[in-house]
């Protein structure tokens, strides 16, 4: 499904925690094969906690899930100190997640997801967007830089061998 096809999205208020669970694994065993990274552990009580919480955001194309992610105010990783610039009211963006063969498809799901939290966290008053992301996913970064994300501190690595960078994006 090429990235035009995406025209005739919809979005919703995700209400299912199995769905999007389902969806965030499948997206995450698919990156991990693509770029040889290590594969997440997922909790499903964070899942619905999330879902029951309507944080996250859930993209349908012809009435198929097709992306996600999640929108908060406070951060659902550990965030080092001073890794970011000082700001009033931030906004976090994770957990995105777009449906592989979207991806090998190279649709538009993934910027639409970034667009669309980009947007609901201005409209909320945020004053920046934050995220967190594996490094190895290039396509992911070079996706949040190509819409107006910047890298901020050093790469970290846990014990699990997964790597993270901080990402943020002022809002107008």
């Known amino acids: ?13 995700a209400a299912d925690a199995e769905e999007v669970h389902e969806l965030l694994c499948l997206s995450d065993r698919y990156q991990g094969e693509r770029f040889g990274s290590p594969v997440p552990r997922r909790n499903t009580a964070t899942t619905a906690s999330l879902v029951r919480d309507g944080l996250v955001h859930l993209m349908r194309v012809d009435s198929r899930t097709a992306a996600m992610f999640t929108l908060t105010r406070v951060p659902a990783f550990e965030e080092p100190p001073d890794v970011f610039p000082r700001a009033q009211a931030p906004a976090y ?73 901080h990402l943020y994006r002022p809002l107008p």
């Open 93 to 165: 963006l994770s957990r995105l997640a777009v449906r592989p063969d979207l991806v090998a498809a190279a649709s538009l799901a993934g910027p639409l997801c970034v667009r669309r939290a980009l947007k609901l966290a201005a409209d909320s008053g945020a004053d920046v967007l934050r995220a967190e992301a594996n490094p190895d996913l290039a396509a992911t970064v070079d996706c949040l830089e190509l819409l107006g994300f910047r890298r901020c501190g050093t790469v970290f690595g846990d014990t699990a061998g997964l790597r993270r960078t």
């Open 1 to 13: 499904m090429p990235g035009s096809a995406l025209t005739t999205h919809t979005w919703e208020v």
